[in-house]
C-alpha cells in the first residue's frame, strides 16, 4: 500500500502559478503510476493528469495541456506546476496512485492524498 500526502496549495491570482507536492511512501514498484485530480465543489473529480513513475512518461487532460506540468524526482516525491491559472482551475486538488498504465480513471487509482485546496481569484 502507498501512503500519498500533498501540499503546496493556497490563493493565487489569474495568471499565476503555484507548484504542488505530493510524497509518497510505502512499496513502490516500477509499473507505479501517481495521477494528480481535482474536485470543484458540486462536481464530479476530474483527472488532471499523470506521471508514469519508471520512465517519468507524462499524460493530461486537454484542460491543462500546455498549463501544468507534472515531473518527479528520484526520492518519491511528485510535482504538479500549475502555470496561467485560471479561475475555473480553482478545486481541491489530490494525487493518487495506480498500477493500472495510462489510466486517467478514478476507480483505478487505489491510495489517495488528503487533498490540497487551490484557489484561483480573477
Known amino acids: 500500500q502507498v501512503q500519498l500526502s500533498e501540499s503546496g496549495g493556497g490563493l493565487v491570482q489569474a495568471g499565476g502559478s503555484l507548484r504542488l507536492s505530493c510524497a509518497a511512501s510505502g512499496r513502490i514498484f516500477s509499473s507505479y503510476t501517481m495521477g494528480w485530480f481535482r474536485q470543484a465543489p458540486g462536481k464530479e473529480r476530474e483527472f488532471v493528469g499523470a506521471i508514469t513513475w519508471s520512465s517519468a512518461r507524462t499524460y493530461y487532460a486537454d484542460s491543462v495541456q500546455g498549463r501544468f506540468t507534472i515531473s518527479r524526482d528520484n526520492a518519491n516525491t511528485g510535482y504538479l506546476q500549475m502555470n496561467s491559472l485560471k479561475p475555473e482551475d480553482t478545486a481541491v486538488y489530490y494525487c493518487?496512485?495506480?498500477?493500472?498504465?495510462?489510466?486517467?480513471?478514478?476507480?483505478?487509482?487505489?491510495?489517495w492524498g488528503q487533498g490540497t485546496q487551490v484557489t484561483v481569484s480573477s
Open positions: 493518487a496512485s495506480t498500477y493500472v498504465s495510462g489510466s486517467s480513471s478514478p476507480r483505478d487509482f487505489g491510495s
